[in-house]
């Protein structure tokens, strides 16, 4: 039991590929606050992972939703708008970057290659957060975005994903001012390394999360668990007075200089 109540809240959780992915360890934990919890789906292939995984939900909402399309994003928000007519929280676990823009030279980083990577991982928060104000009341509500401590320090090979995510960072800080006069709070989560879908795909990525487990103050990787219940705080009215932040779930690894 996480001891955090979110009953009566509803919310959309964007992000959920497999068992492994963040998004689904904070989909079950706000679950299991109470929360009734929309997940989305990014494309068919994806789609039967999703439905099976809601399954597990008590009440969810399964919806399409390919953070590149505009029309996907409104359609998503017209049935947030017919079926639930509100929402509390919007957690954004979505990045992706072309193969070829990660591991090799940053140098080299394509032009098309840039503008996917940052139109996915970054800029999807604004039309998304832009698609959930109306429906968050004069209660207000909490929109989470999932970063990596690549915005602030080097991770090699992390690449456009770093830039992505300084601009994701950027964006949260914004939002949080622009959205505050509607009690709408905005924050990033720093996760550690995390074994999921999206880390496969950065080469390099078992050397890092070792030395990180070395060398983080805690001297251990986190958990899914760990982020989905930092997630649960900063959607529940306990962090009524946190917005603009970005806070880290590493073990600590963000503080260390060597
Ligand atoms: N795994 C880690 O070590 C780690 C650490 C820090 C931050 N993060 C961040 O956590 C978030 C979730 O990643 P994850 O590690 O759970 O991997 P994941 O592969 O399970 O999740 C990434 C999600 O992004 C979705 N996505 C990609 N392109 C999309 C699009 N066009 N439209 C809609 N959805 C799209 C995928 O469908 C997938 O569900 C990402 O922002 C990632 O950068 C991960």
Not at 137 to 154: L, N, P
């Amino acid at each position: 039991m996480d001891h955090i109540e979110l009953r009566d809240k509803v919310g959309l959780v964007l992000g959920v590929a497999n068992e492994r992915s963040i998004a689904w360890a904070i989909a079950q934990c706000l679950d299991r606050a109470g929360a009734r919890v929309a997940l989305t789906y990014q494309n068919e292939r994806v789609r039967p992972h999703v439905e099976r995984l809601a399954a597990e939900l008590r009440d969810p909402l399964v919806a399409l939703c390919d953070v590149t399309a505009d029309g996907e994003i409104e359609a998503l928000f017209a049935r947030i708008g017919r079926e639930w007519e509100r929402l509390d929280f919007l957690v954004h676990s979505i990045a992706f970057a072309p193969a070829a823009e990660l591991g090799g030279e940053f140098l080299r980083t394509s032009r098309a290659g840039f503008h996917a990577t940052l139109d996915v991982s970054a800029y999807s928060l604004i039309p998304l957060a832009r698609g959930a104000v109306p429906f968050m009341g004069a209660g207000g509500g909490a929109v989470i975005a999932i970063t990596f401590q690549a915005s602030q320090r080097v991770f090699p090979g992390y690449n456009v994903m770093g830039t992505a995510k300084a601009a994701l960072e950027q964006i949260i800080r914004q939002l949080a001012y622009e959205l505050g006069s509607h009690a709408i709070r905005v924050c990033g989560l720093s996760a550690g390394p995390l074994r999921t879908l999206a880390a496969r795909g950065i080469p390099g990525f078992p050397g890092m999360a070792k030395s990180h487990a070395e060398r983080a103050p805690l001297k251990r990787s986190i958990t899914h668990d760990e982020v989905a219940r930092a997630a649960l705080f900063l959607v529940s009215d306990l962090a009524s007075g946190i917005t603009g932040e970005v806070l880290h779930v590493d073990a600590g690894y963000h503080i260390m200089g060597v």
